[in-house]
């Protein structure tokens, strides 16, 4: 029989569920607990009998996952920050805090200078790493809940300004970008994905139709719905790398200079994407948003046409 004291976390079955619990008081075989649900604000208590006990964590437990049980004690809660109210699940340095509490008040001042700060207030929960980026936001169910931004942060450095960024742009999606809007990122996201999905045998193809020819509107009426938009890329990498716009290039072909140094030699190119935005973005519209906005709100340089639609789409949302 596992044995318990005061203040210790213990894993409990309760319904036939393992829960992770903070031990109040032992009388003989039962045990009155706190159930810890991950939440600050819920206090729920709870009587298991001592055979029930699954294990017993000790008074400060490890954090991670044990008998099918998350183990993230809740520790203590820092009110009316600049965000709103950070709850700690995990134990951090001084030095980490001081990290933390420096990109919330970026944060926060970068919201209120770009008239975004009526998401706000919010909740922030730090919590334990649990694989790579796996920072959340999770949005308010009504008028009397807040959202909650997760924070996960593998270190305490400057990447946590970006990922908090990266989440409170998914509240401004689902809380105040309009609709009209989300319509454009679905789009763009989408010309984006597709570029990425090109082989790098279609830029060969086109460019050897390109060496064919010398009128660039020529080429391009001959090319079928598929190619056209990946001949408008390249035709673009090369005005955005190299300076030479359509007529440029139709002269070079006119003399017939090679352009092959000047083409596009993979489809990761196209997009202008490399090095800044993560694989990430390219998982779904949600996400490529979220990216373009924490690249914006961080000074990263962005392309042409993400940068014009991320500053409509900030321009809608201070409107709203």
């Not at 008074?59 to 993230?72: L, Q, R, T, V, W």
Request: charged share 30%; glycine share 4%.
């Amino acid at each position: 029989m596992v044995t318990c004291e005061k203040d210790d976390y213990i894993v409990a079955k309760i319904d036939n569920k393992p829960m992770l619990l903070k031990v109040l008081d032992v009388e003989a075989t039962l045990i009155t607990c706190l159930v810890d649900k991950g939440l600050p604000h819920v206090k729920d208590k709870a009587a298991v009998e001592q055979e029930s006990v699954v294990a017993n964590l000790g008074k400060k437990p490890c954090y991670g996952n044990a008998f099918k049980c998350d183990i993230e004690p809740y520790w203590k809660t820092v009110p009316e920050k600049p965000l709103g109210s950070i709850h700690f699940f995990k134990r951090i340095k001084k030095v980490e805090w001081a990290v933390l509490l420096d990109a919330v008040t970026c944060a926060h001042n970068w919201l209120v200078e770009n008239h975004l700060d009526h998401i706000l207030p919010i909740e922030i929960h730090v919590r334990p790493a649990k694989g790579k980026d796996s920072t959340t936001w999770k949005t308010a169910k009504d008028e009397d809940s807040l959202s909650i931004l997760s924070l996960r942060p593998q270190e305490f450095d400057d990447e946590i300004l970006g990922l908090i960024f990266r989440e409170l742009a998914s509240g401004l999606y689902d809380l105040v970008l309009p609709s009209r809007f989300k319509a454009s990122w679905i789009e763009l996201y989408h010309s984006y994905v597709a570029l990425m999905a090109v082989q790098n045998e279609t830029l060969e193809y086109l460019l050897e139709k390109t060496v064919d020819q010398t009128s660039i509107k020529g080429i391009r009426r001959d090319l079928d719905e598929n190619e056209a938009p990946v001949f408008d890329a390249c035709i673009s990498y090369v005005k955005s790398h190299h300076n030479l716009g359509p007529k440029h290039i139709e002269v070079l072909l006119e003399q017939e200079h090679s352009i092959e140094d000047l083409w596009p030699k993979t489809t990761i190119h196209l997009t202008d994407m490399e090095p800044n935005i993560s694989e990430r973005a390219l998982k779904s519209p949600e996400f490529f948003w979220a990216e373009a906005f924490r690249m914006y709100a961080t000074g990263i340089s962005l392309p042409k046409k993400i940068h014009q639609l991320i500053e409509k789409s900030i321009s809608m949302c201070k409107e709203h």
